[in-house]
């Protein structure tokens, strides 16, 4: 991000205070339930998912008056915790794991002050094998050597440098995704002078990053280049040999994906996962105290010491366009007008362009890309509650308070990359995976306020299922029962007696992701993340920056640049990019 951008984000953080008009700026915790009546605001946010809440506070401190209007009950999006499923336990329904947050964000909305608490995982991952063996992986570099070692002592001397150049990539990648793609279109009503200075920013950033890139080095870019077009099977069959290693890392390149570790462009997902950090520590992953709607909590509570109005149970049913092609605010289902000259969409660019703003108002081409955009999903996430901690019978040391083995990932049915791409190709043919990929994750052994004493939640990201199947629904109770008795029987031969600690489960599958958080498709990052559809092409070419064909909309949430995940880039870039366009009257 530029020193012009970071300054116009921070311009107003001293007044973050000047627009606190109702009760909910003295209890940042409770959302106020209703707009004052004719208020023009500034702008005008469209779902309370964490990029739009991220969005809303740096407009605030900037000085601007902002309204959050979300469809549900609760803020957060796919970052919440819940309750209500089964009695006593707490779940993060959707996400359940943080890394991906900017370190910036985290900074400048003092995200511990508004009670925001990191668990780091140590180990981070762990995957049992059916012959006895397991292997652990961690922030501990001994621990990985020692663990490697046991499989292949070639792959433990290999991996250190694997994670030295995965390093050296992040490094690149962070001054992208901090930074609005310098979008390449003509701006017809720019005036001279901002048409000079759109070609000095667009001269800076890729200025800029030709110094990161040469700084690389040739060897090192054409490596780089070699993992962002490659499978993630190519990537990992040079670095090492073992397949339970490979099979380890590639869940991270297939994560979310309708794709197998044979697929091109795969690699990149690969380094997207490891991009994050915590504690300073890079490809750290951490589960957040009080689950995943903590996340969304601290960043509220700060939009709301800033002086953003949130309301939850508005439902935006259309975007008011006028006469000259540009947003004078939102319609809600309710009939209420909310009026303002800028609104920024947090929802998926589907549910924007093709349910929100009136097609006639759109160019053909545009709304075409839209369209065809790929939000195909594979995911199926179950959440969990059990009277006891899982026992792995490869583990010979047996800890009824968690050991070492619970702590992090734990990969079932990743034992080899044709295990997994056997699960995708299943899927791929309209078959959810007979033997699933599974990534069960135990917050509770590190989190004590999500469960009753003894008791734990587990997390099931589950690949791959696909949204529609080509025998039976998904809306058929007997089919989705099938499908979580499959799960629970292939983690039984990992964890003897797993399926009878079950005291209750939460299950979405796409269609459930798609109806109850309005993710297109089931898709967790508002549509696919291949090469295709990144960075100048993302959402759709030529509208990478933010900004849309409705003069005073904008797109803030993860169908944007830099993508999905819970990092809150895409609503600090677009928060930027919206107080430049302020700035100059547009």
């Keep these: 991000m530029s020193p012009a951008a970071r300054r116009l984000l921070l311009a107003g953080a001293a007044r973050r205070r000047r627009f606190s008009t109702d009760a909910a700026a003295s209890d940042p915790s409770r959302p106020s339930q209703q707009l004052p009546k004719d208020k023009r605001w500034d702008a005008v946010v469209i779902g309370g998912g964490h990029n739009g809440l991220v969005a809303a506070a740096y407009l605030a401190r900037a000085g601007r008056s902002v309204a959050v209007l979300e469809r549900r009950g609760i803020l957060g999006g796919a970052a919440v915790s819940e309750s209500d499923l089964v009695p006593g336990f707490r779940f993060s329904r959707c996400s359940y794991l943080l890394s991906l947050l900017r370190p910036a964000i985290l900074r400048d909305l003092e995200l511990e002050r508004h009670g925001l608490k990191l668990l780091p995982r140590s180990p981070s991952s762990f995957t049992p094998c059916l012959d006895g063996r397991y292997l652990l992986l961690g922030p501990d570099a001994e621990l990985n050597f020692s663990e490697i070692s046991k499989f292949s002592r070639k792959d433990a001397e290999a991996y250190p440098r694997y994670e030295e150049k995965l390093e050296k990539f992040c490094k690149l990648m962070d001054f992208v995704i901090d930074s609005a793609p310098p979008e390449l279109r003509q701006e017809v009503h720019f005036s001279m002078v901002d048409r000079m200075k759109h070609r000095v ?339 759709a070419k030529g509208w990478s920056d933010y900004r849309t064909p409705v003069k005073g909309l904008y797109l803030c949430g993860s169908g944007a640049h830099p993508g999905g995940g819970v990092m809150g880039a895409p609503g600090r870039n677009a928060a930027t990019i919206v107080l430049e366009d302020l700035m100059k009257g547009k």
């Design 201 to 539: 920013e667009k001269s800076a950033f890729w200025g800029h990053l030709f110094r990161h890139v040469m700084q690389q080095g040739q060897t090192n870019m054409v490596e780089f280049f070699d993992l962002l077009l490659s499978p993630a099977s190519k990537i990992l069959n040079t670095w090492f040999e073992s397949e339970v290693l490979k099979a380890t890392l590639a869940t991270d390149a297939v994560i979310g994906a309708m794709a197998g570790v044979h697929t091109p462009g795969s690699g990149y997902v690969l380094l997207h996962h490891v991009m994050g950090e915590t504690g300073g520590q890079r490809g750290v992953w951490a589960y957040v105290e009080g689950g995943m709607g903590s996340v969304s909590s601290a960043i509220s509570k700060a939009a709301l010491e800033a002086g953003v109005q949130i309301v939850t149970n508005a439902e935006v049913s259309q975007v008011m366009v006028n006469n000259s092609g540009r947003v004078k605010g939102v319609a809600l289902a309710d009939g209420t007008v909310v009026h303002s000259p800028v609104v920024l969409s947090n929802a998926t660019p589907y549910k924007t362009f093709v349910d929100l703003v009136p097609s006639t108002v759109l160019p053909k081409d545009f709304l075409c890309a839209i369209k065809a955009a790929d939000y195909s999903s594979a995911t199926t996430k179950i959440n969990v509650a059990v009277d006891k901690l899982p026992q792995f019978q490869c583990c010979k040391d047996i800890n009824p308070e968690g050991g070492p083995e619970h702590m992090g990932t734990i990969h079932i049915g990743s034992e080899s990359m044709e295990e997994i791409d056997l699960a995708y190709r299943e899927a791929a043919g309209g078959i959810s995976s007979k033997r699933p990929v599974i990534e069960m994750t135990i917050p509770s052994v590190l989190d004590k306020t999500i469960s009753p004493p003894g008791q734990h939640v587990i997390n099931l990201f589950v690949q791959y299922t696909p949204y529609k199947l080509s025998e039976g629904s998904w809306q058929d109770s007997n089919v989705r029962k099938a499908f979580v008795e499959r799960c629970f029987s292939l983690i039984d031969e990992y964890a003897p007696g797993f399926s009878s600690s079950v005291v209750g489960y939460d299950m979405l599958t796409p269609p459930d992701l798609e109806r109850e958080f309005g993710l297109t498709g089931g898709n967790i990052f508002h549509g696919a993340m291949g090469l295709d559809s990144l960075f100048l092409m993302r959402p």
